[in-house]
């Protein structure tokens, strides 16, 4: 394909609208995409942000209330999903069967049953099986990305430990859906480790859950507000993965990769929002350091852009390459379904306060 890659971008809620800024803004920068659609099942938000983009390009963006109409409308070859998680299959169902290729947020279904049927449908359709790739962005951020080259240069030894760590300092918004905490807030983290670890999978998971502060002041029901997931790996190899709503000192995100011959560290705390340290040290002391610089997309953000826009943005870049050169892509629909088994098998795991061992002293 040597025309330009026409997008659509369904579901623009709070992420939404940014995945169709990025769509404008790599359009500007490298002619490769033009953004001709955006499409939301809410009210008339559709049209009001179809209004509020248009000021950005001159090409008309339609707006769309419905997936069938979009796909009826012959106007795309390509659509990033940002739907609500029940809407992502029938949403990418549609718009792969009408042709398209498509950028799926995660999870890939409402449930493992509907994920293991839609994805079985994918597999063994020869014209359908590359047409979905799973948005997991943090293989496209640039911190991580250099941990991943420290440990293909071995920098640290054979890798025994990896802990991935997710900790929001608000609420989910009002209004927000959610399938638990493990479920819906691990995902990512589970996939991390399995690409760190170029695709290893677990054999046993384990997981503990608590409601500490965030239950007690969100108007969202969800499971627990604190979570720990411990994954067995073969050999002696353990990914273990910390989620919460309770770290009200602002967004933390951290990554420790343990080997036999040093550590690495991927941090992001509060003190600039806008750097994330990329540290590894041995027994003899520092082997790597850098500070790597995030782009600056204002204050007004939720923190999960401030944090991850550019990889958001550089994932897109990815997957707009792929469609123009029809080749298949590197994170898969089996990506999205292995990091879901795995958080939900953590779900199902979780031992709560009332099945622990009482301590008698």
């Given at each position: 394909?040597?025309?330009p890659?026409k997008?659509?971008?369904?579901?623009?809620?709070?992420?939404?609208?940014?995945?169709?800024?990025?769509?404008?803004?790599?359009?500007?920068?490298?002619?490769?995409?033009?953004?001709?659609?955006?499409?939301?099942?809410?009210?008339?938000?559709?049209?009001?942000?179809?209004?509020?983009?248009?000021?950005?390009?001159?090409?008309?963006?339609?707006?769309?209330?419905?997936?069938?109409d979009?796909?009826?409308?012959?106007?795309?070859?390509?659509?990033?999903?940002?739907?609500r998680?029940?809407?992502?299959?029938?949403?990418?169902?549609?718009?792969?069967?009408?042709?398209?290729?498509?950028?799926l947020?995660?999870p890939?279904?409402?449930?493992?049953?509907?994920?293991?049927?839609?994805?079985?449908?994918?597999?063994?359709?020869?014209?359908?099986?590359?047409?979905?790739?799973?948005?997991?962005?943090?293989?496209?951020?640039?911190?991580?990305?250099?941990?991943?080259?420290?440990?293909?240069?071995?920098?640290?030894?054979?890798?025994?430990?990896?802990?991935?760590?997710?900790?929001?300092?608000?609420?989910?918004?009002?209004?927000?859906?959610?399938?638990?905490?493990?479920?819906?807030?691990?995902?990512?983290?589970?996939?991390?480790?399995?690409?760190?670890?170029?695709g290893?999978?677990?054999?046993?998971?384990?997981?503990?859950?608590?409601?500490?502060?965030?239950?007690?002041?969100s108007?969202?029901?969800?499971?627990?507000d604190?979570?720990?997931l411990?994954?067995?790996?073969?050999?002696?190899?353990?990914?273990?993965?910390?989620?919460?709503r309770?770290h009200?000192?602002?967004?933390?995100?951290?990554?420790?990769?343990?080997?036999?011959?040093?550590?690495?560290?991927?941090?992001?705390?509060?003190?600039?929002?806008?750097?994330?340290d990329?540290?590894?040290?041995?027994p003899?002391?520092?082997?790597?350091?850098?500070?790597?610089?995030?782009?600056?997309?204002?204050?007004?953000?939720p923190?999960?852009?401030?944090?991850?826009?550019?990889?958001?943005?550089?994932?897109?870049?990815?997957?707009?390459?792929?469609?123009?050169?029809?080749?298949?892509?590197?994170?898969?629909?089996?990506?999205?379904?292995?990091a879901?088994r795995?958080?939900?098998?953590?779900?199902?795991?979780?031992?709560?306060?009332?099945?622990?061992l009482?301590?008698?002293?």
């Amino acid at each position: 394909m040597n025309k330009p890659i026409k997008m659509a971008v369904v579901g623009v809620g709070r992420i939404g609208v940014f995945h169709a800024r990025h769509v404008q803004a790599l359009a500007r920068e490298t002619g490769n995409c033009e953004l001709v659609a955006v499409c939301d099942t809410y009210a008339d938000t559709a049209q009001r942000v179809a209004t509020e983009l248009q000021a950005n390009q001159d090409a008309r963006i339609h707006a769309f209330n419905n997936v069938a109409d979009l796909a009826a409308a012959n106007l795309i070859d390509g659509a990033l999903i940002a739907s609500r998680t029940e809407d992502h299959e029938p949403d990418a169902r549609t718009l792969i069967e009408s042709g398209n290729r498509v950028l799926l947020e995660k999870p890939l279904t409402h449930s493992l049953e509907s994920a293991e049927a839609f994805i079985a449908g994918l597999d063994s359709d020869p014209v359908h099986k590359n047409a979905l790739m799973q948005a997991f962005m943090r293989r496209f951020d640039a911190p991580l990305l250099k941990a991943k080259e420290l440990l293909e240069q071995n920098a640290i030894g054979e890798i025994f430990k990896i802990v991935s760590i997710l900790e929001d300092p608000v609420p989910p918004p009002v209004g927000y859906n959610s399938p638990g905490l493990l479920t819906d807030m691990s995902v990512h983290n589970v996939d991390e480790i399995l690409w760190l670890l170029d695709g290893q999978l677990p054999e046993y998971a384990a997981a503990f859950g608590s409601n500490l502060y965030n239950s007690t002041i969100s108007t969202v029901e969800e499971d627990y507000d604190d979570a720990f997931l411990q994954m067995w790996f073969p050999g002696r190899l353990l990914g273990q993965v910390s989620v919460s709503r309770n770290h009200v000192a602002g967004y933390r995100n951290a990554t420790w990769i343990y080997g036999n011959k040093g550590v690495i560290h991927v941090g992001h705390f509060q003190e600039n929002p806008l750097q994330v340290d990329v540290e590894a040290y041995g027994p003899d002391g520092i082997i790597h350091r850098e500070t790597i610089n995030l782009r600056d997309y204002g204050p007004d953000v939720p923190v999960f852009i401030t944090r991850f826009g550019e990889a958001y943005k550089n994932e897109l870049a990815y997957f707009l390459n792929q469609c123009l050169t029809d080749a298949p892509f590197n994170v898969t629909q089996t990506d999205g379904l292995n990091a879901m088994r795995i958080a939900i098998a953590g779900t199902q795991a979780i031992c709560p306060k009332e099945t622990a061992l009482k301590i008698t002293y």
